[in-house]
């Protein structure tokens, strides 16, 4: 994380920062790479604020998974491989919420996982979060 990944998404995240502040819509999650190099497929599981979403992903070196994600509000939660990400929304208004109140991460995540489940959205395990 602190060598690599996360040094390379301060300049996507900060893009991503300018275009929401200037009133852009991400419009839909389209790979971005082009290049004729090999390319691999990844499946994983988005959570926005209001769902879940399953999407693949077309990764190869010059577009690695994490700056994708990035571009279009997520966070991965692995630097190389990740099953899941995160909204950059939703993880904004944690951050907001933990300020805010007595340390309890697993009351949130299972709040999360109970409201997300009324909505119709199950995680394949019972532990995701």
Request: hydrophobic share 45%; aromatic share 10%; glycine share 6%.
């Amino acid at each position: 994380w602190g060598n690599d990944v996360l040094p390379s998404l301060i300049c996507p995240f900060m893009s991503f920062q300018r275009e929401q502040n200037a009133g852009a819509q991400v419009d839909s999650m389209a790979n971005c790479c082009l290049c004729p190099e090999h390319h691999r497929l990844l499946k994983l599981g988005c959570v926005h604020m209001e769902y879940l979403e399953d999407i693949e992903l077309v990764i190869c070196s010059h577009c690695p998974v994490g700056i994708q994600l990035v571009h279009w509000g997520f966070f991965p939660c692995s630097p190389l491989a990740p099953t899941l990400a995160v909204s950059l929304d939703m993880l904004k208004f944690v951050s907001d919420l933990f300020v805010n109140m007595a340390p309890n991460e697993r009351a949130w995540a299972a709040a999360l996982t109970k409201y997300l489940k009324a909505c119709g959205h199950e995680f394949a395990t019972g532990d995701s979060l």
